[in-house]
């Protein structure tokens, strides 16, 4: 059974940093892209960044470009999003999801891309 449970959440300043983690168990970690996701009430989930099982391809959206660094520990299973600079509009639980397919040669920041979840993490920015 496949498990993914974030941490790291918590309210902040605008301009504050917060590092999210994403531990994972169930599944051969290494062998799966990964990928940040975050959502607002009312809105759909929106794609934050996502990287391939081998790191050579990642991405991130326009709105975080800069200022979120999704990165892993393979020997810790655990997944990572660093945001530096944050804004009001950052405000969102965030999940981390797992791709369907092992060793993908690419990643998407389209929800269909991804099979397994987690319960989310909330981050809330003040101004």
């Known amino acids: 059974q496949v498990q993914m449970v974030e941490s790291g959440g918590g309210l902040v300043q605008a301009g504050g940093s917060l590092r999210l983690s994403c531990q994972v168990s169930?599944?051969?970690?290494?062998?799966?892209?990964m990928a940040w996701f975050r959502q607002v009430p009312g809105k759909e989930r929106e794609g934050v960044s996502c990287?391939?099982?081998?790191?050579?391809?990642?991405i991130y959206s326009d709105s975080v470009k800069g200022r979120f660094t999704i990165s892993r520990d393979n020997a810790k299973n655990t997944l990572y999003l660093e945001m530096n600079n944050l804004r009001p509009e950052d405000t969102a639980t965030y999940y981390c999801?797992?791709?369907?397919?092992?060793?993908?040669?690419?990643?998407?920041?389209?929800?269909?891309?991804?099979?397994?979840w987690g319960q989310g993490t909330e981050v809330t920015v003040s101004s």
């Open positions: 999801a797992a791709e369907r397919m092992a060793k993908a040669v690419e990643c998407d920041l389209n929800q269909q891309w991804f099979r397994y």
């Open positions: 990287f391939t099982w081998n790191g050579r391809s990642t």
């Open positions: 169930g599944l051969t970690f290494d062998w799966y892209g």
